[in-house]
């Protein structure tokens, strides 16, 4: 499974981005979807995740009621739509797979590349 991420960039707090990440190489309806972030001198996190279907979702607290994570079956596309942003959600941001056979296993399988995310005060 190949994942390509894009959509990043420079905000100022308050603001919104939209992440996309586009999948190919497996039936995209097979994978559970996820949003990692790394900050600066932390370590990675999931933030997000989304089931085959786009039936469930899981947030972090960090980013509950701020983030929105969705997908297009017909596109081979994850989004995560971010609103509200603060400088503490600067970080590079990574889209994730696994197969859902997999959903209940907290490793992912398949990532892409990363996009920076920075959020000015």
């Known amino acids: 499974v190949q994942l390509l991420a894009s959509g990043g960039g420079l905000v100022q707090a308050g603001g919104s981005l939209r992440l996309s990440c586009v999948a190919s190489?497996?039936?995209?309806?097979?994978?559970?979807m996820g949003w990692f972030r790394r900050a600066p001198g932390k370590e990675r996190d999931l933030i997000a995740h989304i089931t085959g279907s786009g039936g469930s979702t899981y947030y972090a607290d960090s980013v509950k009621g701020r983030f929105t994570i969705s997908r297009d079956n017909a596109k081979n596309t994850v989004y995560l739509q971010m609103d509200g942003l603060k400088p503490e959600d600067t970080a590079v941001y990574y889209c994730?797979?696994?197969?859902?056979?997999?959903?209940?296993?907290?490793?992912?399988?398949?990532w892409g590349q990363g996009t920076q995310v920075t959020v000015s005060s």
């Open positions: 994730a797979a696994k197969p859902t056979t997999f959903y209940f296993s907290t490793n992912y399988h398949y």
């Open positions: 190489g497996r039936t995209f309806s097979n994978l559970v």
